[in-house]
C-alpha cells in the first residue's frame, strides 16, 4: 500500500476553511484515496472517498491533482466539532487492509 | 445504516485475567471484520483480519494464542485478550466492511473499547 505523509498537527479558527494535504508519492493506478476522522476515544468515521479530480459531499470537499502525488481534503467553516485527527488513506480497489499513518491532528479555536 | 457497535465500551480488569470484546455489524452482514489497537496519540494498528467461518489472519508481530479471534456469524466477531497485563491495555477498535458499499474500500468502525488492566 501506498505510504502517506500529512501534516502532524493543524490549528484554525471558527468559520475558516481548512485544507489538510497529504503526499502519497508512490500512489499505484488502482488506489483510491480516503480520509476518515477520529475523535477522541472514538473509532474512526468515514469522511470522503475519490480517485481523480475532485469529489465533494456533505462534508467536506477531495481535491486530487492530475499526477495523484497528493491529494488535499477541504473543510468548510469549521467549528469547534471538527477538532479531530484526519487520516490519509491509499489503497488499492476493494482493499480490506487499511494502513493508518499517523494522521493530522485539527485543532479548531473559537 | 452501515453501524458497528462494540461491548463493552470500556472494561477494567486484573492482570491475569482474560477479557472479551464483541464486534456487531447491526445493519448488514460482514464476512470480514477487522480489530486494531490504538496506544494514546498513536495511529491505530491493525492486529488482524476476522473471517467468517475460517481462522483469523493476524498481522506480523501479534501474537494469536494472546489475542484470540472467533467470526461465529456473518454480524459477530469477538476478541479475547488472554491473560492480560497492564502492557495490553489499549483501546481496541473493530470495524467491518459493508460488501454491499458503493464506496470502495469504505470500512465502518465500531466505538471501540477500552481497556484497562491493573
Known amino acids: 500500500l501506498a505510504k502517506t505523509t500529512q501534516p502532524i498537527s493543524m490549528d484554525s479558527y471558527e468559520g475558516q476553511e481548512v485544507n489538510i494535504t497529504c503526499s502519497h508519492n508512490n500512489i499505484a493506478t488502482n488506489d483510491y484515496i480516503t480520509w476518515y476522522q477520529q475523535f477522541p476515544s472514538q473509532g474512526p468515521r468515514f469522511i470522503i472517498q475519490?480517485?481523480?479530480t475532485k469529489v465533494t459531499n456533505e462534508v467536506a470537499s477531495l481535491f486530487i491533482p492530475a499526477d495523484r502525488k497528493s491529494s488535499t481534503l477541504s473543510l468548510p467553516r469549521v467549528s469547534l466539532s471538527d477538532t479531530a485527527v484526519y487520516y490519509c488513506l491509499v489503497g488499492p480497489y476493494n482493499t480490506d487492509k487499511l494502513i493508518f499513518g499517523t494522521g493530522t491532528r485539527l485543532q479548531v479555536f473559537p | 445504516g452501515a453501524v458497528v457497535s462494540q461491548h463493552p465500551s470500556w472494561v477494567i480488569c486484573k492482570s491475569g485475567t482474560s477479557v472479551k470484546i464483541e464486534c456487531r455489524s447491526l445493519d448488514f452482514q460482514a464476512t470480514t471484520m477487522f480489530w486494531y489497537r490504538q496506544f494514546p496519540k498513536q495511529s491505530l494498528m491493525l492486529m488482524a483480519t476476522s473471517n467468517e467461518g475460517s481462522k483469523a489472519t493476524y498481522e506480523q508481530g501479534v501474537e494469536k494464542d494472546k489475542f484470540l479471534i472467533n467470526h461465529a456469524s456473518l454480524t459477530l466477531s469477538t476478541l479475547t485478550v488472554t491473560s492480560a497485563h497492564p502492557e495490553d491495555s489499549s483501546f481496541y477498535i473493530c470495524s467491518a466492511r459493508n460488501s454491499g458499499s458503493s464506496l470502495t474500500g469504505t470500512q465502518y468502525f465500531g466505538p471501540g473499547t477500552r481497556l484497562l488492566v491493573l
Open positions: 475519490g480517485y481523480k
